[in-house]
Structure formats: C-alpha cells, structure tokens
T-cell receptor
Framework: NAGVTQTPKFRVLKTGQSMTLLCAQDMNHEYMYWYRQDPGMGLRLIHY???????AKGEVPDGYNVSRLKKQNFLLGLESAAPSQTSVYFC????????????FGSGTRLTVV | GEDVEQSLFLSVREGDSSVINCTYT??????LYWYKQEPGAGLQLLTY?????DMKQDQRLTVLLNKKDKHLSLRIADTQTGDSAIYFC????????????FGAGTRLAVHP
C-alpha cells in the first residue's frame, strides 16, 4: 500500500549514543517533515524538506540533523541522544497542493535513558 | 506567531454528539484540518475545510468555521466507542512550504 514508512518502530538509547530514523514515502511527494509528539504539547516540527537535497529548521531543531539525498527518503539523526529527546517521532509527507494535508507514518517511539 | 489551541479532554456518552473546538491565529490559512490519532498509531486525516467555506459535512462529521473569530469546530454525530481517539486541529502556515501547525490534541473518551 502507498504511504509513509518509518523505521524503527521502537528504540531505547543510552545518553550520548547516536541513531538515525528513516522515513520513506512512495507517493512522489515534494515535501517531507519530521515532528515530535510529547504529552500535552501536540506535534512540534523539528525539520522539514521542500525537495531533494534541501532541508530547513522547524520549531525545535536543536540536537537533530536531517538529510534528504533522495526524494523518497528523509533521515533524522540524533548525534548525541539526551533524555529530553525521549518522544514519539512522526514523519509526514505532502504534495505541493495543500487540500489533502499530510500523510503520516506510524511513528517511532524513542526512549533515552 | 502562529498558534492553535484546543481543550485537552472531552467525555461523551455513546450515541450523543461530540463537539471539539479549536482556535487558530493565522487568518491567512487557506485550509484547516482535523486529524484523528488512535492509540499507538500515526495521525489520519479526518476532514478538512477550505477557508472560504463556513461549513462542511461528511457523513457523521460536521466542520464549522468562523473566520471572524478564528474558531473551528468538529461535530461528531451519534458518537461511537470507535470514535475514542485524540483529535488534532491544524492550520496551514501561510509562510510557505505547506507547514502545518497543530494544536495539542483533544482526547475524546466515549462511555456507555
């Protein structure tokens, strides 16, 4: 089925470790986004990309890096994980037209101990 | 700046109507959205409304938009236990790149 796939679904990291979250979409969408979801705070935008080879900072970018080497993939990296990065991470993609909003992945639950 | 606010919790009896409210700040938003999140899942687009509309109806769902007050509501008729979820209101940021600004989400609990 067409959609957005996130890997991994769960991960536990120790403070200071690094990891990469992978997002892949097969809808040929131009725009891709990484959000984090924390209780009572809704979704906050970390980074986004408006096309292959381009990335931009969102609302809460500190501690994260991203890359979009291929149009279908958007990677989110944590270089040195901190407990404050314990969260559920969602990737989303969207087309240039806005009436259909985004398509979301199922999320990655990350715990940093 | 842009901001979207919604109440955090709503409890209704099965069969009653649910009304979830949202206020937003960006009067230039062209589209406003309602997303549904079931436990352990991602967000699913429920419905959307274009800014030049006052109302949109889709089966049990009715969306009302008051642009003057920047108020959006979602009414679910004949609420069922399967409607229990978190509902997010979102506006599209007029600054470009189709960025969506989400509210904190309203947790809807449906009880017998």
């Amino acid at each position: 089925n067409a959609g957005v796939t996130q890997t991994p679904k769960f991960r536990v990291l120790k403070t200071g470790q690094s990891m990469t979250l992978l997002c892949a979409q097969d809808m040929n969408h131009e725009y891709m986004y990484w959000y984090r979801q924390d209780p009572g705070m809704g979704l906050r935008l970390i980074h986004y990309s408006v096309g292959e080879g381009t990335t931009a900072k969102g609302e809460v970018p500190d501690g994260y890096n991203v890359s979009r080497l291929k149009k279908q993939n958007f990677l989110l990296g944590l270089e040195s994980a901190a407990p404050s990065q314990t969260s559920v991470y969602f990737c989303a993609s969207g087309g240039v037209t806005t009436n259909y909003g985004y398509t979301f992945g199922s999320g990655t639950r990350l715990t940093v101990v | 700046g842009e901001d979207v606010e919604q109440s955090l919790f709503l409890s209704v009896r099965e069969g009653d109507s649910s009304v979830i409210n949202c206020t937003y700040t960006d009067s230039s938003s062209t589209y406003l959205y309602w997303y549904k999140q079931e436990p352990g899942a991602g967000l699913q687009l429920l419905t959307y409304i274009f800014s030049n509309m006052d109302m949109k109806q889709d089966q049990r769902l009715t969306v009302l938009l008051n642009k003057k007050d920047k108020h959006l509501s979602l009414r679910i008729a004949d609420t069922q236990t399967g409607d229990s979820a978190i509902y997010f209101c979102a506006e599209i940021f007029s600054g470009g790149y189709n960025k969506l600004i989400f509210g904190a989400g309203t947790r809807l609990a449906v009880h017998p």
